[in-house]
């Protein structure tokens, strides 16, 4: 078994409990990491002997961020869009097929290149684990290969051939709903762990609540978990629908109705709602009230939606200080929902909190506190520690 005790820790943010006020800070603190997994946490004083020693020299160490929403598997640039929505132009979700015609096109190897660099930028800003989704190839071969690709860097892989309807189908939705529920995702359905729809009748590219529920169902009698793009152009039928299917996660929430809130309050064992600042932000969208959801009991997940259109960002630290500044979080609120409640949104136990026996997912903050985070939006103070790579990147 190879050890490694980690000292010299100015403040351990375990994320331990189920309180998002409450982080679970730990002062004067060491870890030990044994094959990759969490063996023991306690005073540095008390730390036992192990093969290496790190010490971050007074740097935070925080659970490494989950982004639990993220479209990264893509070809193309679509730039101009952002500009023109800075000038007035609405978002309705059609650029995505600007992106998917541009996806088609490219070669395996040049959307696993662009991915892995995706990938890096990610770990070099924190994050330790990403949900992937598909959704820009939206035929049976480019989705099953997008997941294919995918699951080389992650095994939170999506299934989101109900992201729009392609240009190809426009005439005939009930064809290629019947496409999506049937070949296509009998070729995803291997390569993916959940299944999503871009459930939002205020968009004509996407799906009403009869096909999303007809695609959800089909998802979930292939095995796969169920996740949902909802409310974020209007109010609609997206929340409702993927509280009452059981839904993992519902993301965007941007538009809730009081029935909404309910509904995800009563669900908050089981539904999390996602937010997703980063798009408010890019499409000048009001944001997600996150207090006001909190009070209510609601289980709150933080990520990016990194993807070409509405948010070409892989930084969980800005989402984190958007959440703060723009959406109601106190910052212990945002980084414990950037953490374990993501994690939560995926259903997993095992990363987004810092105890033993989880996953030695750590990330190191180059500042005196968490705190800072949200305090200095845009500079790059966070970063997946790799163990292997620590003596080095704390040299720099």
């Given amino acids: 078994m190879n050890s490694t005790v980690v000292t010299g820790i100015g403040e351990l943010v375990t994320c331990d409990g189920t309180d998002p006020d409450l982080l679970g800070i730990r002062s004067n ?8 997994m969490i063996g023991w946490i306690g005073l540095a004083a008390d730390a036992p002997a192990a093969d290496t020693r790190i010490d971050v020299a007074g740097r935070v160490i925080i659970p490494g961020f989950v982004d639990s929403h993220s479209h990264l598997v893509f070809a193309g640039d679509r730039s101009a869009e952002f500009v023109a929505r800075m000038t007035g132009q609405p978002y309705d979700g059609g650029g995505i097929g600007v992106t998917v015609a541009s996806t088609r096109t490219a070669t395996d190897d ?11 930028e990610m770990r070099a800003l924190g994050t330790t684990t990403v949900e992937i989704k598909s959704g820009y190839g939206l035929t049976v071969a480019d989705e099953a290969r ?35 529920t049937g070949p296509m995702l009998q ?25 999303a529920r007809q695609i959800l169902k089909a998802g979930a009698a292939a095995g796969l978990g169920l ?27 941007t538009y809730l109705e009081d029935a909404d809130v309910d509904a995800l309050a009563a669900a908050a064992e089981t539904t999390v709602a996602t937010l997703l600042p980063g798009v408010e932000f890019c499409t000048r969208s009001p944001y997600s009230d996150a ?10 997940a ?80 966070a970063r997946a520690l790799s163990l292997t790579a620590a003596a080095e990147m704390l040299a720099e």
């Fill in 187 to 211: 070729a995803a359905a291997p390569y993916a762990r959940w299944i999503d729809v871009f459930c939002e009748p205020h968009s004509p590219h996407a799906f009403g609540a009869d096909e």
């Fill in 227 to 253: 996740r949902v793009h909802a409310n974020q152009l209007g109010p609609g039928p997206g929340v409702q629908l993927a509280v009452e299917l059981g839904a993992a996660s519902v993301d965007h929430c």
């Fill in 146 to 180: 997008a997941l294919q690709i995918a699951r080389q860097f992650s095994t939170e892989t999506t299934f989101l051939g109900a992201h729009v309807i392609p240009a190809e189908y426009l005439h005939d939705r009930p064809g290629y709903v019947d496409l999506v």
């Fill in 302 to 381: 933080l990520a990016t939606d990194c993807n070409p259109g509405t948010c070409y960002s892989s930084s969980m630290p800005w989402v984190i200080s958007l959440a703060v500044r723009e959406m109601g979080f106190t910052p212990a609120q945002a980084l414990f929902a950037a953490t374990a409640g993501s994690a939560k949104s995926l259903r997993r136990t095992d990363i987004g909190r810092l105890v033993p026996g989880n996953r030695a997912d750590l990330t190191v903050l180059d500042a005196p506190s968490y705190l800072h985070l949200a305090y200095r939006p845009g500079v790059p103070i």
């Fill in 291 to 300: 207090a006001r959801l909190l009070a209510a009991g609601v289980s709150l």
């Fill in 29 to 36: 603190a060491a870890l030990v990491v044994e094959d990759g």
């Fill in 110 to 120: 040049e959307l696993a290149r662009l991915l892995g660099s995706r990938i890096d």
